[in-house]
């Protein structure tokens, strides 16, 4: 997305429907938390001119599809009917609470131990990239919120929030060359 001349208009939305495909692919198939990662990143493409229609296609087609390949491919291997393993994880540590028996963190953990453990010395050029750049601020703006929306639960680990890594790995780029 910063990969472009700063005059040229936004990404077209074909670039937008792949990363929308792939993110929901990993949601479903791999890490149930990257639909909270999603839901800012969508907001951000609707900001950037993406239509509601069809980013709700390119959700739903791409939403069924990889549900119904993670479903057949784990309920064949575990030999169990219907098995989507993700909603599984979501049933249990979102709705149903039971995160909490891992351990219970305060809700800025992410902000105050984590995050700064994971970006270590980019993290102050992050934010220097994004007092630059409006472009890095909006940018890392749907991550924050991603990592904000994390903290709301009861159990925190690295893991959960990883994703975040890349792009304020871009920002302390944009950081270090305004230096």
């Not at 198939?29 to 639909?35: D, M, N, P, Q, T």
């Not at 393993?85 to 351990?103: D, Q, R, Y």
């Not at 992050?126 to 991550?143: D, E, K, L």
Request: include cysteine; aromatic fraction near 12%.
């Amino acid at each position: 997305m910063l990969n472009r001349a700063p005059r040229l208009p936004n990404l077209p939305p074909y670039r937008w429907s792949l990363s929308i495909s792939a993110l929901v692919l990993a949601a479903a198939v791999f890490r149930a938390e990257v639909v909270a990662y999603l839901a800012p990143l969508c907001l951000y493409a609707l900001y950037q001119g993406v239509t509601p229609k069809n980013m709700l296609a390119t959700g739903l087609v791409s939403g069924v599809l990889s549900t119904a390949l993670t479903v057949g491919v784990d309920s064949y291997f575990w030999q169990q009917k219907l098995l989507w393993p993700e909603m599984h994880s979501i049933l249990f540590n979102v709705v149903e609470g039971k995160s909490a028996e891992w351990g219970v963190s305060p809700p800025s953990t992410y902000f105050k131990a984590l995050l700064p453990k994971l970006l270590l010395s980019s993290l102050p050029l992050s934010i220097i990239g994004g007092w630059y750049s409006r472009a890095i601020r909006n940018f890392v703006t749907p991550s924050l919120i991603f990592v904000g929306l994390m903290s709301c639960l009861g159990h925190k680990e690295w893991r959960f929030i990883v994703y975040v890594v890349p792009i304020f790995n871009i920002a302390a780029s944009r950081g270090l060359y305004a230096m």
